[in-house]
């Protein structure tokens, strides 16, 4: 054997081990982020990890965004939660879900009774169409939620970002 043929065979199981490397870290990150590459997930498997088991009403949140979202890069998004915002009786966090997103929660925003309304009113990246779901958590512990259906022409998140 010459010593260009071994660098080459050196060089060519470098290369494999490198991408060997690459892929688990890169399925390391997937998991730790409970990733879900795409394929649509239950209501139930989005919000258990948050809900734990407590009770999970129908009821109070109310969701505003394009039943038709041309691209799926910026796509607009309103979240009202009828609440009274007092010491007793507040909202505490409105969690985001997206059904076939890579990464399922897509945000999380926390209140209390000083902002005198739950109210957001953001921006989501939403990979094809799919149902959002908007869930509630309570001062009392209780979580309600509401979901909708968007249809997006143009998906964003093709590349797992």
């Given at each position: 054997?010459?010593?260009?043929?071994?660098?080459?065979?050196?060089?060519?199981?470098?290369?494999?081990?490198?991408?060997?490397?690459?892929?688990?870290?890169?399925?390391?990150?997937?998991?730790?982020q409970?990733?879900?590459?795409?394929?649509?997930?239950?209501?139930?498997?989005?919000?258990?990890?948050?809900?734990?088991?407590?009770?999970?009403?129908?009821?109070?949140?109310?969701?505003?965004?394009?039943?038709?979202?041309?691209?799926?890069?910026?796509?607009?998004?309103?979240?009202?939660?009828?609440?009274?915002?007092?010491?007793?009786?507040?909202?505490t966090?409105?969690?985001?879900?997206?059904?076939?997103?890579?990464?399922?929660?897509?945000?999380?925003?926390?209140?209390?009774?000083?902002?005198?309304?739950?109210?957001?009113?953001?921006?989501?990246?939403?990979?094809?169409?799919?149902?959002v779901?908007?869930?509630?958590?309570?001062?009392?512990?209780?979580?309600?939620?509401?979901?909708?259906?968007?249809?997006?022409?143009?998906?964003?998140?093709?590349d797992?970002?």
């Amino acid at each position: 054997m010459n010593a260009e043929g071994g660098l080459r065979r050196k060089g060519l199981k470098g290369l494999l081990f490198a991408g060997v490397t690459v892929s688990f870290a890169g399925w390391r990150v997937a998991f730790a982020q409970r990733m879900n590459s795409g394929r649509l997930i239950s209501l139930e498997d989005m919000v258990q990890p948050v809900v734990k088991g407590a009770k999970l009403l129908k009821q109070d949140v109310q969701i505003v965004a394009p039943v038709l979202a041309d691209n799926g890069s910026l796509v607009p998004l309103q979240v009202n939660v009828q609440s009274p915002m007092t010491d007793q009786d507040h909202v505490t966090h409105v969690y985001l879900f997206s059904q076939r997103n890579p990464v399922t929660q897509v945000a999380v925003f926390h209140f209390g009774p000083w902002n005198g309304r739950a109210e957001v009113n953001t921006r989501i990246r939403l990979a094809g169409t799919q149902d959002v779901v908007a869930l509630a958590r309570f001062s009392n512990g209780e979580f309600r939620f509401n979901q909708m259906e968007i249809i997006v022409t143009e998906s964003a998140c093709v590349d797992a970002s």
